[in-house]
């Protein structure tokens, strides 16, 4: 298996612009994950998914972040605006059992630096 | 609330010499515990985890970990560690709702 695989590997975007980060799953895991890394804050869970369905969105930061999960195989985590304090690295995870009693395979991260 | 507290942010340890990375939760129930390892510019790949039974847990690369309940604790130990160990390492942990809380890691340098 190809394992998760999240794209851009690397963005760099002025202040106010849309990014949208993107998340394929390894198939046949019905849990998805978004985390936040930072130096500050170390990893955030910002939301997760089960069976394509939000479960807990309590981590998103505010209105400007959405995270969608259109169908089995693809998420995606939209910033609009965004602003400096969005920089970070961004990583998608998926699990075979829903919720966390399971391990999570991590994505390799999209790394957001935004001016 | 759940936390998960690593209160080493930083060790250095020589090649060869054993290694003891210290991780402390708070929860109310019995927990489901993890380490994971980030290599720089990697996601993070699971070493071990316990859920429940023997509170000694075997993982992958010769690392294991054991849970004390008295303690609130889930240390990692690797007996002999070797340069390829240098690494981020994350503990966490998650209730049956599911939610996995990261503490905010160990950065392992290791010395020739």
């Known amino acids: 298996d190809a394992g998760v695989i999240q794209s851009p590997r690397h963005e760099v975007t002025e202040m106010g612009q849309e990014v949208t980060l993107r998340c394929k799953p390894i198939s046949g895991h019905n849990s998805l994950f978004w985390y936040r890394q930072t130096m500050m804050r170390g990893l955030e869970l910002l939301i997760y998914f089960n069976n394509n369905v939000p479960i807990d969105d309590s981590g998103m930061p505010e209105d400007r972040f959405s995270a969608k999960m259109p169908n089995a195989s693809f998420s995606t985590l939209k910033i609009q605006p965004s602003e400096p304090r969005d920089s970070a690295v961004y990583f998608c995870a998926s699990s075979d059992r829903q919720g966390n009693t399971g391990e999570l395979f991590f994505g390799e991260g999209s790394r957001l630096t935004v001016l | 609330a759940q936390s998960v507290t690593q209160p080493d942010i930083h060790i250095t340890v020589s090649e060869g010499a054993s290694l003891e990375l210290r991780c402390n939760y708070s929860y109310g129930a019995t927990p489901y515990l993890f380490w994971y390892v980030q290599s720089p510019g990697q996601g993070l790949q699971l070493l071990l985890k316990y859920f429940s039974g023997d509170t000694l847990v075997q993982g992958i690369k010769g690392f294991e970990a054991e849970f004390k309940r008295s303690q609130s604790s889930f240390n990692l130990r690797k007996p002999s560690v070797h340069w390829s160990d240098a690494a981020e390492y994350f503990c966490?942990?998650?209730?049956?709702?599911?939610?996995?809380?990261f503490g905010q890691g160990t950065e392992l340098s290791v010395k020739p």
């Open positions: 966490a942990v998650a209730n049956q709702g599911g939610k996995l809380i």
